[in-house]
């Protein structure tokens, strides 16, 4: 199996989570998006029924959008069921960094609430320690971002603003705001450094999900791989 093959593998065996009038928290990235295209195929042939989407992003929402998964706003459900996305570093207690896509600020505050928290990632995502191949991206007001930098310094971390591709200038998040590419030495204590990060004035949100997932589904060559509680 190749990385393809393995985000693809997680996000069918997401899929056996899923039931009839579920709300479903639709994560962001490429791993997801299969998720959302495969979830989308079984309402449109009527396997599913009842089942809506709440997106953590813009993408997610339009993926969803075109699937065929109905979709809807946070503040119009009760409560989330489950919710599924992807990561960019799982270590071994399943804290993760997320946050690669920008979306890391809905992503939290959807996952945070779901009954259920399911994280589809290939085995290159995981790592011994938290820091170890990925900055800690970090949602920033935007004026405040060189103040918020130059702070991250004290935490032995080195910040870079993060630049848009197909835009000039900084990436522009969802919410409006920029994002700080954190990278530290190595994240001994990823609940404590959630916490402290989002105390700097400014910080909208951080990368660094602790104690939050319920289940990893691992793609690796051997075929799917759960981390769970
Ligand atoms: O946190 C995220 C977006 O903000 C993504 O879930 C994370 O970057 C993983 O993406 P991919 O599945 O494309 O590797």
Do not use: C
């Amino acid at each position: 199996m190749n990385v393809e093959e393995m985000k693809k593998a997680v996000a069918k065996e997401a899929l056996k989570f899923i039931e009839d009038e579920m709300v479903v928290g639709l994560g962001t990235g490429s791993t997801t998006a299969y998720f959302i295209k495969y979830l989308g195929k079984l309402i449109m042939d009527g396997e599913l029924e009842e089942v809506y989407g709440v997106p953590t992003s813009y993408q997610a929402r339009l993926l969803a959008l075109e699937a065929g998964v109905p979709v809807v706003g946070l503040d119009e459900v009760d409560a989330i069921d489950i919710a599924v996305d992807g990561a960019d570093e799982v270590d071994p207690q399943m804290n993760l960094i997320k946050g690669r896509g920008a979306a890391l600020t809905m992503e939290k505050i959807i996952e945070y609430r779901a009954g259920m928290f399911v994280v589809l990632v290939d085995e290159t995502k995981l790592v011994e320690w938290l820091g170890q191949k990925m900055p800690v991206p970090i949602e920033v007001v935007p004026v405040a971002w060189r103040a918020i930098a130059e702070e991250l310094e004290v935490f032995n971390a080195t910040a870079q603003l993060r630049m848009a591709e197909k835009k000039d200038g900084p990436v522009v998040t969802d919410n409006g705001n920029f994002i700080l590419d954190a990278k530290f030495h190595r994240i001994e204590d990823p609940l404590d450094l959630e916490i402290e990060l989002n105390n700097i004035p400014g910080v909208v949100e951080n990368g660094i999900f602790a104690d939050i997932a319920d289940l990893v589904l691992v793609g690796t060559k051997d075929g799917v791989k759960r981390m769970e509680r």
